[in-house]
């Protein structure tokens, strides 16, 4: 299978500061392109994936024009540890000062796993800046807007009073959020992520619940969790880390990895390993710090299949230091052969 379309898209996506500086106040997945297609159905593949491939090496390298070169090293160091790691956690969300992010920087090694997300297919699972709306508007669940009151989409948290929950009311809108059909918990994830076991249909869902739940913070704080909150959901706040992927991160990228045909087990799956290959200029993502923009993934793509889309070039921008006041962590992970030996139990 290898059919390439002949119109490219190509998209940006922003990862914003929640807009409360100096507090911690705020501010299951979701695939790039379905909002522009205005498909749900929709599904986007790393870079190389065609439909035949068993393992897909995405390369990221640093552009030679970038600032903050080798902090940025061990930021996508560690980024691409996780993302290659899959392995989802709760409590992934901390603040300063457990986070180790000084309460008036950004980190940039979160900010940077978050739009790697974007350069390997991923949306944002809540609705975002990117729906014009402001405020607790942005963190109800991904759709299409539907006709309703609230520029365009409507907006009711339901029986519940919690944004982006399984009572949410969203009138007509078109629900972009792919859910677990068993439970709609995206604190959790299947043993087996496909299509027998996510939808984003909602018919779908579990008797009882009106719509897709999102991996929120205050989803995850009205559930009594500790601070959890996608990778993929956008908004990250000074001082905050986000140290691991969450379950409805694994989640997307696995459904990815079930293929073309969507069932996993089958040959058109796909394993997905990120490469840093140091500083260059022509890889499949290149990372670069400077300019103006806050941060963002720009990426283009090509139609493989009905409804599927493989990315074909990926540009990742943080501002300038000069512009914001980012944290670089200075730690490799994996490096402290301390936590190996404890995690080993021996
Ligand atoms: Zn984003």
């Not at 992010?101 to 978050?114: F, G, I, R």
């Not at 739009?115 to 609705?127: F, I, M, T």
Request: hydrophobic fraction near 35%.
């Amino acid at each position: 299978m290898n059919r390439k379309s002949h119109f490219p898209l190509s998209i940006s996506a922003l990862l914003l500061p929640g807009l409360v500086l100096f507090s911690p106040v705020a501010h299951s997945g979701v695939f790039a392109f379905a909002e522009v297609l205005q498909n749900p159905e929709t599904i986007t593949h790393p870079s190389g994936y065609t439909g035949a491939e068993d393992l897909l090496e995405v390369t990221v390298c640093i552009d030679p024009a970038s600032e903050s070169k080798s902090e940025l090293e061990v930021a996508i160091h560690n980024s691409i540890q996780l993302w290659n790691g899959l392995e989802p956690e709760t409590g992934n969300a901390v603040f300063a000062p457990d986070s180790g992010v000084p309460s008036n920087k950004v980190d940039a090694e979160s900010v940077l796993l978050h739009e790697l997300g974007h350069c390997l297919g991923l949306g944002h699972p809540n609705l975002a800046s990117e729906s014009g709306l402001h405020g607790d508007g942005r963190r109800f669940a991904k759709t299409l807007a539907g006709g309703g009151p609230d520029n365009g989409y409507t907006l009711d948290r339901g029986a519940d009073g919690v944004i982006a929950t399984q009572t949410d009311a969203r009138g007509n809108d078109v629900n972009l959020h792919w859910f677990r059909k068993s439970n709609n918990d995206p604190f959790s994830i299947a043993s087996t992520v496909d299509a027998t076991t996510y939808s984003n249909d909602l018919a779908d869902l579990p008797a009882g619940h009106q719509f897709a739940t999102v991996a929120g913070a205050q989803v995850a704080q009205s559930r009594g969790l500790e601070r959890t909150e996608a990778v993929m959901h956008q908004g990250i706040h000074y001082g905050e880390k986000r140290c691991a992927l969450g379950h409805d991160d694994v989640a997307m990228i696995r459904l990815g990895m079930a293929g073309t045909d969507r069932t996993a087990g089958t040959d058109t799956d796909y394993e997905v390993k990120l490469v840093f290959v140091g500083e260059q200029s022509d890889c499949d993502i290149n990372v670069k710090v400077g300019g103006n923009t806050f941060a963002y993934c720009s990426i283009s793509g090509g139609q493989i299949a009905p409804n599927h889309w493989a990315i074909s070039a990926a540009q990742i921008r943080l501002a300038s230091n000069s512009l914001i006041n980012w944290h670089f962590n200075e730690e490799r992970a994996g490096d402290s052969m301390f936590r190996d030996t404890f995690a080993n139990g021996n």
